[in-house]
């Protein structure tokens, strides 16, 4: 049996949560600790470590929330990101959706990354769960449109991008959308006749 979240948790959780993401919104990364959290959250430094486990567990969950948005407007959302329409349109509205995912939440997304990468313990990017999702998604729609292709790679390569440091600030800079159109051509391009 479950147990159920006692009211003074859930809402120590939520204000950690939101601390954390309005410090990152003006501060990078590198500046926010967990010292910085608990402070702006109103709660003792250890109820961040027992609460989520380490930065690093902070920001996973910080960046999962963001992430459960998206996946479900993919497996329960109306057409194109939803089920319903091609496979090339639902590709081309889902790349657009992670790069403006990524362009609102690029200090999260950063600090999300340093994290997993100085935590010699942590299991690589692409075993990342979101990471997971995306890529089974991508590659799935990938291949209804192009059985012939190599979709698992496509996807790596697609999905890939988002850590190349010149669409990176691009993202920062908040021309998300012009990632996403030039997602879109290299869809199009590769998936439709």
């Known amino acids: 049996m479950e147990r159920r979240e006692r009211a003074d948790a859930a809402r120590n959780r939520r204000a950690i949560l939101r601390a954390a993401?309005?410090?990152?919104?003006?501060?990078?990364?590198?500046?926010?600790?967990?010292?910085?959290?608990?402070?702006?959250?109103?709660?003792?430094?250890?109820?961040?470590?027992?609460?989520?486990?380490?930065?690093?567990?902070?920001?996973?969950e910080l960046m999962s929330e963001r992430a459960r948005e998206l996946e479900e407007a993919v497996t329960q959302g109306p057409p194109p990101l939803g089920p319903g329409a091609a496979p090339s349109e639902r590709l081309v509205a889902f790349l657009a959706a992670v790069a403006e995912l990524a362009a609102r939440?690029?200090?999260?997304?950063?600090a999300h990354e340093h994290a997993v990468m100085t935590r010699k313990s942590e299991q690589p990017r692409e075993a990342n769960p979101i990471y997971v999702f995306w890529h089974r998604h991508a590659s799935g729609l990938i291949a209804e449109a192009r059985p012939d292709a190599d979709a698992e790679l496509i996807a790596h390569m697609l999905l890939g991008t988002l850590h190349m440091e010149p669409v990176a600030s691009l993202l920062r800079a908040g021309e998300h959308e012009r990632l996403a159109a030039s997602f879109a051509d290299l869809v199009r391009g590769l998936l439709e006749p």
């Open 21 to 60: 993401e309005e410090l990152l919104r003006r501060h990078p990364p590198e500046q926010v600790s967990v010292e910085r959290v608990a402070a702006a959250a109103g709660v003792g430094k250890g109820t961040v470590f027992h609460r989520f486990g380490s930065r690093t567990g902070l920001m996973r």
């Open 105 to 110: 939440n690029g200090n999260l997304l950063a």
